[in-house]
C-alpha cells in the first residue's frame, strides 16, 4: 500500500503546485537536525550563567529515553557574565548533563549526567569548569525536588541506592525491559505474573524499592544516609535544621460515588507528609493517614512551623484542610476554617504562604464571596485585598509587613492592615522564574521578591517597592534569568524559521549575542501568517491562524491541511516551538514546506454542549468557509481540496468531524481515543508490567471523567453521553479516507485507534492503521519520526490533487449537499437477525 501511494504522490507533485525561484523549503531532516535550548540559569552572586543546549534529535543513538530525551541530548555551557565580553565555554565533554541547583554562593552547581543507561550526581565548580561525580543515583521529582544545598559544603539528595533509574528515565523502555524477561519466565515454567487488588485487597500490588534521604558533604567526601522511604520531595527548614520530605503513601481508590480526578485529584497515590531533625534523626509523621495536597510545602521564616494542605481518605480537596504544624512536636492546627481556598486543578495547587509567621491564603469565605487574600491571626482572619478592584491568586512577594501584586497591569503594595497602595502605573507584567516548572511546587510557591516588567523596563519587586534595573527588556524576546547584581539579563528569541538565540543585556543596555542556535535555517524562509476572524459557536469573535508557503505558488493554489483540537483557542499565532517533542507528530513548518496551506482553527466549546463532539463538522467546515471568504486570502488556498491532520485529543477531533462531514477529502488521526468506554477502563501499557510505580486506572477514567473528554462520570451512569462522544460509535457514516497512527506504548491505548480501524475495516472504507513499536505518545526515533511524515504526505498527495477528482469533490452526487454527512444506511432486510433464545 505505502508502495502505491508513494507513486500516486509522484504523479500527483504537479497536481498539488509548487513554488516558484524561492529558497529551499522546510523539511523533516531539518526538524531532526534542530538544536535547542534549555533551562537557563544565573548563580546567587550573579557571576555565573549555566545553560543546557540540546543536540539535534538525529545525532542521539539510542532513542528510549521518551520523555527524558531533551535531558539525553542536553550539555551545559557557562558563561562568566562578569568579563566584559562574556564567551561561552562547555562545561564537559559528555552529553546527558543537565543542571540541578546552585550553591548558595554560587561556587558550585549539581548537575546530573545521563548515559549509557545510568544516571549519576555531579558537582560543578563553574569557574575551573571542574565536576566531581559521585556514586550516587539521584530520584528525579517531578512537582517538587530530590536535591537541596544545605550549606556551601553539604546537599542533601534523594537517591535510589540500588542505581535503577528514576521512572521517567525508565517509562521510555520499561515494557522493552520487563515483558522478556516475564515471557522467558513463563515460558521455563517459572511462572510470571503481577498482582493487583481493589477494596480491601488494595495493598496487594507489589511496592518499589525504597529511595534513601542522603547527606553529603564534598569537603570529607562522607556520605551519610538519614532515612528510608518512598520520598518525592524535600524542603529544607530556613534555619537548616529540619526538612520536610513528601513520599507515596496508599493508593487513592475513588469513592463509590463521586469524581476521579478533578475535585479528587490528579494522583493516584496519597502524599504522606514527614518532618526530620537533622542533628538527631528524629523523624515525625503529623498524619500518617492524611494525604497532603504536593503542591504546598511552606516554611515560616523561623522554621518552627510549617504550612501544609490535608484531606482524610475518601475526601475530595475542597474539603480539605489548611494546617499549621509544630514542626518541634508534629502537632498540626487548622487555621482558617471559616474560608475555603481556591484551589486550582490538573495538578491542585492552593495558593498560600507566610506574611511573617502568620500564614496567609487565596481564598473565599465558606459562606460565599469573591477570593482575596487572607491573614490568619490567632483571634481571627485579616482581608488583606478587599481593598482592590479584584485581587490575583499570584503574589509578586510577601515579607514580614507587606504583600506586592499585580492587578489590572498595576503594581500595588498591600501592607498588613490592608491598606493598599499603587507603586506604578503599568502595564507590569511578572518575568517567571528561569527553569522553574510552570505547575511545579517551587513555583506556586509566593516569592520573597520578583523581576517584572514594567512600562518596558526590568525591575525588581519586593516588599520594599520597585528596584528598577538597567537592563530593558528587547522587543518580542522572552528574559529568562537575570543577574541583580548587574542590573543585566538573558534574553532568548526565538524565530519563526527555527532560530533561536541567546543574548546578554548588559547594564548599560549593550547587547551581546552568547549563542545562535540552527543557523542553517536562517536562509528558509518561515511560512506567511495571516490571521482568520470569525464567529464562535456563541457568536463571540475568534482568531484561527493560515500559515501559507513562503512565496506564492505557481499554478493552482495549494490545497489546506486542518489541524484541529477540540477546545483550544489561539489568541496568538501558534508556531512551532524549537525542540518540542510535539514536532515529530505534528509541524507546520514541514506540512508548509511540502506545499501545503495550514490552518490551526480556535474551536472553543459551545455554551451547554452535550460533550466534546458535539457540532464538530459544522464549526470547522464554517471556520474553513470563513477563511476563503476573507478577501485579502482570496486564491491563497484550494477550499475544494482540505484534509485533516490531528494529533492526541486532536486525533480524537478528526475522528469524530469525519463522521459529521464530508468536507475534508483525506484524514489523520494521530494518538487519539475514539471510544471513551475502552478509553475509562484501560490501564496504560506501560504501566501494566510495573505495578510498584503506582495503580493507574484512575488517570484513564480521570482523564474521561473530567479531562477534556468531560463525561461527568463513569460509564454505567451516563451510557448514552458516553456512546454520542465516542467517534466509533459514528463510523457508519465515515466516508472519509483515514489514516490512524498510534505508538504501542501511549499512555492513550493504542486499542483507540485499533477500534476505530476495526469499526472501517468492518464496512470496507479506506482506512489505514499505522503502529509505531517501542513509541509513546510522541515519536523520538527519527527512523519512525521519517516515515510517519513520509506516509502521511504520500497519503495526503493522492487525496489533494487537483483535476477531475477536485471537479467530483465540488459537484456531489444529486440529493447529497457539499461537507453533509450521508444519512446511516439502510439495513438490509432481516439485518441484524434476532437473537436466538439459549
Do not use: C
Given at each position: 500500500m505505502r508502495s502505491r501511494l508513494l507513486v500516486i504522490a509522484l504523479a500527483t507533485q504537479v497536481a498539488l503546485g509548487s513554488t516558484g525561484a524561492s529558497?529551499?523549503?522546510?523539511?523533516?531532516?531539518?526538524?531532526?537536525?534542530?538544536?535547542?535550548?534549555?533551562?537557563?540559569?544565573?548563580?546567587?552572586?550573579?557571576?555565573?550563567?549555566?545553560?543546557?543546549?540540546?543536540?539535534?534529535?538525529?545525532?542521539?543513538?539510542?532513542?528510549?529515553?521518551?520523555?527524558?530525551?531533551?535531558?539525553?541530548?542536553?550539555?551545559?555551557?557557562?558563561?562568566?557574565?562578569?568579563?566584559?565580553?562574556?564567551?561561552?565555554?562547555?562545561?564537559?565533554?559528555?552529553?546527558?548533563?543537565?543542571?540541578?541547583?546552585?550553591?548558595?554562593?554560587?561556587?558550585?552547581?549539581?548537575?546530573?549526567?545521563?548515559?549509557?543507561?545510568?544516571?549519576?550526581?555531579?558537582?560543578?565548580?563553574?569557574?575551573?569548569?571542574?565536576?566531581?561525580?559521585?556514586?550516587?543515583?539521584?530520584?528525579?521529582?517531578?512537582?517538587?525536588?530530590?536535591?537541596?544545598?544545605?550549606?556551601?559544603?553539604?546537599?542533601?539528595?534523594?537517591?535510589?541506592?540500588?542505581?535503577?533509574?528514576?521512572?521517567?528515565?525508565?517509562?521510555?523502555?520499561?515494557?522493552?525491559?520487563?515483558?522478556?524477561?516475564?515471557?522467558?519466565?513463563?515460558?521455563?515454567?517459572?511462572?510470571a505474573h503481577t498482582v493487583v487488588g481493589s477494596g480491601r485487597y488494595r495493598d496487594l500490588r507489589r511496592r518499589p524499592s525504597p529511595r534513601v534521604l542522603l547527606r553529603v558533604n564534598l569537603a570529607t567526601r562522607r556520605v551519610t544516609p538519614l532515612a528510608q522511604g518512598e520520598f518525592i520531595d524535600l524542603e529544607i527548614s530556613p534555619d537548616r535544621r529540619r526538612v520536610a520530605l513528601f513520599e507515596t503513601g496508599a493508593d487513592v481508590q475513588p469513592r463509590e460515588v463521586g469524581p476521579v480526578q478533578g475535585e479528587a485529584g490528579t494522583a493516584t497515590q496519597a502524599t504522606v507528609l514527614s518532618i526530620l531533625t537533622l542533628a538527631s534523626g528524629r523523624r515525625i509523621t503529623p498524619c500518617a493517614t492524611c494525604d497532603a495536597l504536593s503542591q504546598l510545602l511552606a516554611w515560616s521564616p523561623s522554621g518552627r512551623l510549617l504550612l501544609s494542605f490535608m484531606r482524610d481518605p475518601g475526601q475530595v480537596w475542597p474539603d480539605g484542610r489548611l494546617m499549621v504544624i509544630d514542626v518541634a512536636t508534629g502537632a498540626g492546627e487548622q487555621v482558617g476554617a471559616g474560608l475555603r481556598p481556591?484551589?486550582?486543578?490538573?495538578?491542585?495547587?492552593?495558593?498560600?504562604?507566610?506574611?511573617?509567621?502568620?500564614?496567609?491564603?487565596?481564598?473565599?469565605?465558606?459562606?460565599?464571596?469573591?477570593?482575596?487574600?487572607?491573614?490568619?491571626?490567632?483571634?481571627?482572619?485579616?482581608?488583606?485585598?478587599?481593598?482592590?478592584?479584584?485581587?490575583?491568586?499570584?503574589?509578586?512577594?510577601?515579607?514580614?509587613?507587606?504583600?506586592?501584586?499585580?492587578?489590572?497591569?498595576?503594581?500595588?503594595?498591600?501592607?498588613?492592615?490592608?491598606?493598599?497602595?499603587?507603586?506604578?502605573?503599568?502595564?507590569?507584567?511578572?518575568?517567571?522564574?528561569?527553569?522553574?516548572?510552570?505547575?511545579?511546587?517551587?513555583?506556586?510557591?509566593?516569592?520573597?521578591?520578583?523581576?517584572?516588567?514594567?512600562?518596558?523596563r526590568l525591575s525588581w519587586l519586593d516588599g520594599d517597592g520597585l528596584h528598577p534595573a538597567q537592563a530593558a527588556p528587547p522587543g518580542s524576546s522572552r528574559i529568562v534569568a537575570v543577574s541583580r547584581a548587574f542590573g543585566a539579563a538573558l534574553v532568548r528569541t526565538e524565530d519563526p524559521r527555527g532560530l533561536e538565540t541567546l543574548d546578554w543585556i548588559s547594564a548599560d543596555a549593550h547587547r551581546r549575542r552568547l549563542i545562535t542556535l540552527n543557523p542553517q535555517l536562517a536562509a528558509i524562509p518561515p511560512p506567511r501568517l495571516r490571521s482568520v476572524v470569525h464567529r464562535g459557536p456563541d457568536g463571540q469573535t475568534l482568531t484561527s491562524w493560515l500559515f501559507l508557503p513562503a512565496t506564492p505558488v505557481s499554478g493552482p493554489p495549494p490545497p489546506l491541511v486542518v489541524e484541529p483540537y477540540a477546545g483550544a483557542s489561539y489568541p496568538f499565532a501558534p508556531w512551532d516551538v524549537p525542540g518540542g517533542l510535539r514536532n515529530s507528530m505534528l509541524n507546520v513548518r514541514a506540512l508548509v514546506g511540502h506545499g501545503y496551506a495550514v490552518l490551526v482553527p480556535s474551536l472553543p466549546p459551545p455554551r451547554g454542549a452535550s460533550g466534546p463532539m458535539a457540532g464538530l463538522g459544522e464549526r470547522l467546515n464554517a471556520i474553513v468557509d470563513a477563511a476563503a471568504a476573507t478577501p485579502d486570502l482570496k486564491d491563497a488556498f484550494d477550499p475544494t481540496r482540505v484534509a485533516l491532520w490531528g494529533y492526541s485529543f486532536g486525533g480524537y477531533t478528526v475522528d469524530a468531524a469525519i463522521g459529521q462531514t464530508e468536507r475534508f477529502r483525506a484524514a489523520i488521526a494521530i494518538s487519539g481515543p475514539s471510544d471513551f468506554i475502552s478509553q475509562w477502563e484501560t490501564m496504560p501499557a506501560i504501566h501494566r508490567s510495573v505495578p510498584e510505580e503506582g495503580l493507574w486506572n484512575n488517570w484513564s477514567a480521570g482523564a474521561v471523567e473530567t479531562g477534556q473528554e468531560e463525561m461527568g462520570a463513569p460509564p454505567w451512569v451516563v451510557p448514552q453521553l458516553y456512546l454520542a462522544n465516542s467517534p466509533v460509535m459514528a463510523a457508519d457514516r465515515v466516508h472519509t479516507p483515514l489514516m490512524l497512527i498510534h505508538g504501542d506504548q501511549d499512555v492513550i491505548p493504542l486499542a483507540q485507534s485499533e477500534a476505530m480501524f476495526s469499526a472501517l475495516y468492518r464496512q470496507d472504507k479506506d482506512a489505514i492503521l499505522v503502529t509505531y513499536w517501542g513509541e509513546g505518545h510522541v515519536l523520538t526515533s527519527p527512523g519512525n519520526i521519517r516515515d510517519l511524515f513520509s506516509r502521511a504526505f504520500a497519503f495526503l498527495d493522492a487525496h489533494l490533487a487537483s483535476g477531475e477528482a477536485a471537479a467530483r469533490w465540488a459537484n456531489p452526487e444529486p440529493g447529497f449537499a457539499n461537507g453533509a454527512p450521508r444519512p446511516r444506511p439502510t439495513p438490509p432486510k432481516g439485518y441484524p437477525p434476532a437473537a436466538t433464545p439459549r
Open positions: 529558497a529551499r523549503p522546510f523539511s523533516v531532516d531539518d526538524l531532526l537536525q534542530e538544536q535547542s535550548l534549555g533551562r537557563t540559569l544565573i548563580d546567587p552572586q550573579g557571576r555565573w550563567a549555566m545553560i543546557e543546549r540540546r543536540d539535534p534529535l538525529r545525532t542521539l543513538g539510542r532513542y528510549d529515553a521518551y520523555l527524558e530525551t531533551p535531558a539525553a541530548l542536553s550539555r551545559v555551557l557557562v558563561v562568566d557574565l562578569k568579563q566584559p565580553a562574556p564567551s561561552v565555554r562547555l562545561l564537559h565533554a559528555g552529553r546527558g548533563v543537565t543542571l540541578s541547583a546552585f550553591s548558595p554562593s554560587g561556587a558550585r552547581e549539581a548537575v546530573t549526567r545521563f548515559t549509557e543507561g545510568r544516571l549519576t550526581l555531579g558537582v560543578a565548580t563553574p569557574a575551573t569548569g571542574a565536576v566531581r561525580w559521585l556514586p550516587i543515583t539521584p530520584e528525579i521529582s517531578t512537582l517538587g525536588q530530590s536535591l537541596a544545598w544545605l550549606s556551601e559544603r553539604e546537599l542533601l539528595v534523594i537517591a535510589r541506592p540500588d542505581h535503577s533509574l528514576p521512572w521517567p528515565l525508565r517509562e521510555g523502555h520499561v515494557s522493552a525491559d520487563t515483558l522478556p524477561r516475564l515471557w522467558a519466565a513463563s515460558a521455563e515454567g517459572r511462572g481556591v484551589i486550582r486543578y490538573r495538578p491542585e495547587i492552593v495558593a498560600a504562604g507566610w506574611m511573617g509567621e502568620r500564614p496567609i491564603v487565596f481564598a473565599r469565605p465558606r459562606t460565599g464571596g469573591r477570593p482575596d487574600w487572607y491573614r490568619l491571626d490567632p483571634d481571627g482572619v485579616v482581608d488583606l485585598t478587599q481593598g482592590l478592584a479584584d485581587t490575583p491568586r499570584e503574589l509578586s512577594s510577601v515579607n514580614s509587613d507587606s504583600l506586592t501584586m499585580i492587578a489590572r497591569d498595576a503594581v500595588w503594595r498591600i501592607d498588613r492592615d490592608g491598606a493598599a497602595r499603587q507603586l506604578s502605573a503599568g502595564p507590569a507584567q511578572t518575568v517567571r522564574e528561569p527553569g522553574a516548572r510552570p505547575d511545579g511546587r517551587q513555583a506556586s510557591a509566593p516569592p520573597a521578591g520578583s523581576w517584572i516588567t514594567d512600562q518596558g
